[in-house]
């Protein structure tokens, strides 16, 4: 007999009643011609932060990639498993996506593991732990701000991390040349789960800033 948990059996029903109901033209046309979205988004895991109900959108919309702590990590061709690099690849060469967002927010527990990375259940010798040394070197440097409480480092290097991520993007071959050739547009992002804002990051300056909304 066939088992899933009450609710997604719930919440399934509500889907197919609701949404999949009203959209269900959308759905079979993008499964006679396949998928184009224009967006990829790398996201956190974090159930508080799904990019399709922050961004409101639909299927086909956005190409989602969520790991811990919305990292990307840099240009390695080694034979080893990289499942974000490979997501990243079918996005950018396969569907050549327009646009690559990186999302961070707010209380990232795979931040604060950066942070602190002695603090319990996690250790360095976790899989968490190994990955967020992607930024150790920040994670260091704001760890060291005795200028700044918890909260501010916490935010600090949920920021910093974006950019950080945004500059291994361009690590990539295929992100920079179509970068270079303006068909490709990188953007960062931090949302707020407690007050629902989004912070958007300024390509000029780094900063990250209000949106105006119409
Ligand atoms: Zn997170």
Sequence with gaps: MPHLPEHLLAGYRNFMNGRYLTESGRY???????????????A?????????????AGPGELFVLRNVGNLVPPYEPDGEFHSTSAALEF???????????VMGHGRCGGIR???????????????????????????ETVSASTFMTATERQTAL??????YSLANLRTFP?????EGKGRLS???????IS???LWVMNKETGDFERPVLE
């Design 195 to 197: 007050t629902g804002e």
């Design 158 to 163: 949920e920021r910093i991390s974006i950019r």
């Design 113 to 139: 593991a950066a942070l602190d990375p002695n603090s319990a259940p996690l250790s360095p010798g976790d899989f968490i732990g190994k990955w967020m040394s992607l930024i150790a070197p920040a994670a």
């Design 174 to 178: 295929c992100v920079s040349i179509l």
């Design 186 to 192: 990188l953007h960062g992002a931090w949302f707020d």
């Design 91 to 101: 996005a950018v060469q396969s569907l050549k996506v327009k646009n690559i967002v």
């Design 44 to 56: 956190c895991c974090d159930s508080r932060s799904a990019p399709e109900a922050i961004f409101d």
């Design 28 to 42: 079979r046309e993008l499964a006679r011609e396949g998928q184009a979205p224009e967006t990829m988004i790398v």
